[in-house]
Nanobody, 129 residues
C-alpha cells in the first residue's frame, strides 16, 4: 500500500534547481521523522537530508549537499520537500522519500538507512554538464 508519493524529479543543467515533493498518502498517517535518500546504480543508498517532523523540526544534511539543499515540510505536515539548488552532475541519482513512525535518538543517526522503513517509489534527478 502506497504511503509516500514523490514528484518533481527531472533533468536540469549544472547550476540549476529542482524541488522534490513527497506527499503522505493517508490523512491518518503521521511520521516522527522523514528524510530524503538517493541512489545511483551499483552504489548503496545514501542519506541526503532528514527532518525530525514529530519533534523540534531539526534538520540534518549530508556534507555533499550542505548549503545547496533544503529540507522542509508544509504546515499540514502532509508534504515533505527537498529544494535543490546549485545542482552538480554528481547529484544525478534516483531520490527516495523515507519515513519512520518512531525516531528514538534521532539526532545521533538522522541519515541512517535502517532508521526508515517506509519508502516512496523514487524520483529521478539528472544533472547534465
Amino acid at each position: 500500500q502506497v504511503q509516500l508519493m514523490e514528484s518533481g524529479g527531472g533533468s536540469v543543467q549544472t547550476g540549476g534547481s529542482l524541488r522534490l515533493s513527497c506527499a503522505v498518502a493517508r490523512v491518518t498517517d503521521s511520521f516522527d521523522c522523514m528524510a530524503w535518500f538517493r541512489q545511483v546504480p551499483g552504489k548503496e543508498r545514501e542519506g541526503v537530508a532528514a527532518m525530525w517532523t514529530g519533534g523540534t523540526g531539526s534538520k540534518h544534511y549530508a556534507d555533499p549537499v550542505k548549503g545547496r539543499f533544503t529540507i522542509s515540510q508544509d504546515n499540514s505536515k502532509k508534504t515533505l520537500f527537498l529544494q535543490m539548488n546549485s545542482l552538480k552532475p554528481e547529484d544525478t541519482a534516483m531520490f527516495y522519500c523515507a519515513a519512520a513512525e518512531t525516531c528514538p535518538l534521532f539526532a545521533r543517526t538522522p541519515l541512517a538507512l535502517d532508521r526508515y522503513h517506509i519508502w516512496g517509489q523514487g524520483a529521478q534527478v539528472t544533472v547534465s554538464s
